[in-house]
T-cell receptor, first 113, second 110 residues
Framework: EAQVTQNPRYLITVTGKKLTVTCSQN?????MSWYRQDPGLGLRQIYY???????DKGDVPEGYKVSRKEKRNFPLILESPSPNQTSLYFC????????????FGPGTRLTVL | QQPVQSPQAVILREGEDAVINCSSS?????VHWYRQKHGEAPVFLMI?????EQKGHDKISASFNEKKQQSSLYLTASQLSYSGTYFC???????????FGGGTRLMVKP
């Protein structure tokens, strides 16, 4: 089944404790991205990647890191999480040869205390 | 810059129609529409390309006015299953990052 998976789905952590949210897709998509969703603000892009070893900042990259060492994986790293990073996070992927339809993962709800 | 969606929320009775608008201040290559049910991930509905025609499936259709940088999503004879939050996403150039609007919350009541 074609899908985007994220882990963990829920995470409660404390300020400053490094964490990684994993994202994996099995559709051989070149393009992957991370969004955060906050009430009233819609989906805001954090980082995106056009292909392996190619990443770029989105609209709200501060406090986040990403890497794209393999085509299927695009982890999101919070080196020192803060309470303002409490949010719902979505990973998405798409094919650059298609219409750029985004396939979203199920989401990760992060709470930073 | 985020596209602006209006209205922010709308409540309908089953069978009524609704229009959701998406407006950008920048020239656009395409507009995407997604629907998100509560507690779920957004799901792709359709894409409208510059120079393309109006799209639609079932009773949901959309248009794209390139000159005004606006798109509208039309929901006809709404069903309970149409409830959710609708997002437009805009691309300035082919293959560019998608920028989403703030969303329009749609509730259809029996």
């Amino acid at each position: 089944e074609a899908q985007v998976t994220q882990n963990p789905r829920y995470l409660i952590t404390v300020t400053g404790k490094k964490l990684t949210v994993t994202c994996s897709q099995n559709m051989n998509h070149e393009y992957m991205s991370w969004y955060r969703q906050d009430p009233g603000l819609g989906l805001r892009q954090i980082y995106y990647s056009m292909n392996v070893e190619v990443t770029d900042k989105g609209d709200v990259p501060e406090g986040y890191k990403v890497s794209r060492k393999e085509k299927r994986n695009f982890p999101l790293i919070l080196e020192s999480p803060s309470p303002n990073q409490t949010s719902l996070y979505f990973c998405a992927s798409s094919s650059t040869s298609g219409n750029n339809e985004q396939f979203f993962g199920p989401g990760t709800r992060l709470t930073v205390l | 810059q985020q596209p602006v969606q209006s209205p922010q929320a709308v409540i309908l009775r089953e069978g009524e129609d609704a229009v959701i608008n998406c407006s950008s201040s920048k020239a656009l290559y395409s507009v995407h529409w997604y629907r998100q049910k509560h507690g779920e991930a957004p799901v792709f509905l359709m894409i409208l390309l510059k120079g393309g025609e109006q799209k639609g499936h079932d009773k949901i259709s959309a248009s794209f006015n390139e000159k005004k940088q606006q798109s509208s999503l039309y929901l006809t004879a709404s069903q309970l299953s149409y409830s959710g939050t609708y997002f437009c996403g805009t691309e300035q150039n082919a293959g560019n990052m998608l920028t989403f609007g703030g969303g329009t919350r749609l509730m259809v009541k029996p």
